[in-house]
T-cell receptor, first 115, second 113 residues
């Protein structure tokens, strides 16, 4: 079945360590996104990518990095520079860019806890 | 910038009707989504409005008034499984000339027997 797969679902990290969250989609979607969700907060956009080898910063990109070497994959690295990384991370994709009324399809999320 | 406002929490009775409001202030508006999110799970798509009026889909309906910067999600014949957070999200034109989808903080709906 088509969909978006995020891994790992739960991840624990020590302070000062980088960690990479995986996001893979087999929907043949052009656009992919990373959001962060904190309790009582809406989803906040970290990075997005409209096409392969191109990506743009969202509202809270500091302390994060991404790559888009393949259409299917959009991994997110949470670096040690991110001051408050404990959160629920959601990856999403859409057929085309958001402006083309692309409905977002979400992965199941990755919950990162920094110890 | 933009502002999206939704009530933080609502409670309604099983079998009843509930209306969740969303107001927004934005430039370059290009549509509004409603998503449902159960605790600890991914959001799932409910509706999309780009023109004024009411879109009906089974027990759920969504309304948009662009001139008022206002939308609501109407849930009829409430069921216990409707207990979830409901997220309003607006497509707007960013300063960089591309579209972005920005979410409100969500409304946590509790359905009680």
């Amino acid at each position: 079945d088509g969909g978006i797969t995020q891994s790992p679902k739960y991840l624990f990290r020590k302070e000062g360590q980088n960690v990479t969250l995986s996001c893979e989609q087999n929907l043949n979607h052009d656009a992919m996104y990373w959001y962060r969700q904190d309790p009582g907060q809406g989803l906040r956009l970290i990075y997005y990518s409209q096409i392969v080898n191109d990506f743009q910063k969202g509202d809270i990109a500091e302390g994060y990095s991404v790559s888009r070497e393949k259409k299917e994959s959009f991994p997110l690295t949470v670096t040690s520079a991110q001051k408050n990384p404990t959160a629920f991370y959601l990856c999403a994709s859409s057929i085309a860019g958001v402006g083309n009324t692309g409905e977002l399809f979400f992965g199941e999320g990755s919950r990162l806890t920094v110890l | 910038g933009q502002n999206i406002d939704q009530p933080t929490e609502m409670t309604a009775t099983e079998g009843a009707i509930v209306q969740i409001n969303c107001t927004y202030q934005t430039s370059g508006f290009n549509g509004l989504f409603w998503y449902q999110q159960h605790a600890g799970e991914a959001p799932t798509f409910l509706s999309y409005n780009v023109l004024d009026g009411l879109e009906e889909k089974g027990r759920f309906s969504s309304f948009l008034s662009r001139s008022k910067g206002y939308s609501y999600l109407l849930l009829k014949e409430l069921q216990m499984k409707d207990s979830a957070s409901y997220l309003c999200a607006v497509i707007q034109l960013s300063g960089a000339g591309s579209y972005q989808l920005t979410f409100g903080k969500g409304t946590k709906l509790s359905v009680i027997p």
